[in-house]
């Protein structure tokens, strides 16, 4: 009798992990199966101006003789840049510069400003990002608004030294479908297919950040950038 109980007992470990291994192969093949490519969202949506995409914007003067790629915006290239969220995130690449601290502007429209803070930079070339606050204005829906990153080369001459990017955003009410029981790979997909840019951005750029190994995801994540001209960044780590 105990040796047939052994022997359920083999039997049923075996079909568990047999059922594990099947579902595991299964939700990888999913999320291969899913294209990240970045569909621009048509028209401009009455944007006061399109997006520079890796708006590239060289280095700090004492940092010219490092070899690295520049400082970047990662939004995508000539199209409008829209969000779903009330409290967006910024992902900019930051180079390799001595430079100890930046700055985050974001403005309603041209001038009106509604939010700015202070970012401490590591001095270690990545990809950063900069969330505006749950308790900060949330951005309206419909409204255009611009965001910029300033690299503080010289806090004695800011006007002439500051490094800076630039980019717009707006906040839409989407017709989307389900994202009920969708893995994050599977909703980057839906977003990137809608023209949704920041939350395809973001939601990569957090899965790569904390599964850097994972080869599915950086696959993904180079995908996404390259379809957005964003490609000489896709091999450059994202920064904690």
Known sequence: ?????????????????????????????????????????????????????????GKCPQDVSVKTTSLTALIPDNH???????????????????????????????DNG?????????????????????????????????????VICNPEDRLNDDLVVSGWIQRIDPKLPSLEGLNPLERTSVYASKGIWYEA?????QLRREN?????????WEELLKSTGLGNIASEPINK
């Open 1 to 57: 009798m105990s040796k047939v109980r052994i022997r359920l007992k083999f039997l049923r470990f075996w079909a568990a992990l047999v059922l594990a291994l099947s579902t595991t192969s299964s939700l990888g093949l999913r999320a291969q199966a899913q294209s990240v490519t970045f569909n621009p969202p048509s028209g401009n949506g009455g944007s006061p101006g399109t997006t520079d995409g890796g708006a590239a914007r």
């Open 80 to 110: 409008p840049a829209l969000t779903v969220a009330a409290h967006p995130t910024f992902l900019v690449y930051v180079p390799q510069t001595t430079a100890s601290s930046a700055e985050l502007t974001v403005v309603e429209g041209t």
């Open 114 to 150: 509604i939010y700015q803070t202070r970012v401490a930079l590591t001095g270690h070339p990545g990809v950063v990002s900069i969330s505006l606050p749950d308790s900060e204005p949330a951005l309206e829906i419909g409204k255009h608004y611009q965001w910029k990153f300033a």
């Open 201 to 205: 951005v973001n939601t990569l750029a």
């Open 212 to 220: 850097p190994q994972d080869l599915t995801i950086t696959s993904k």
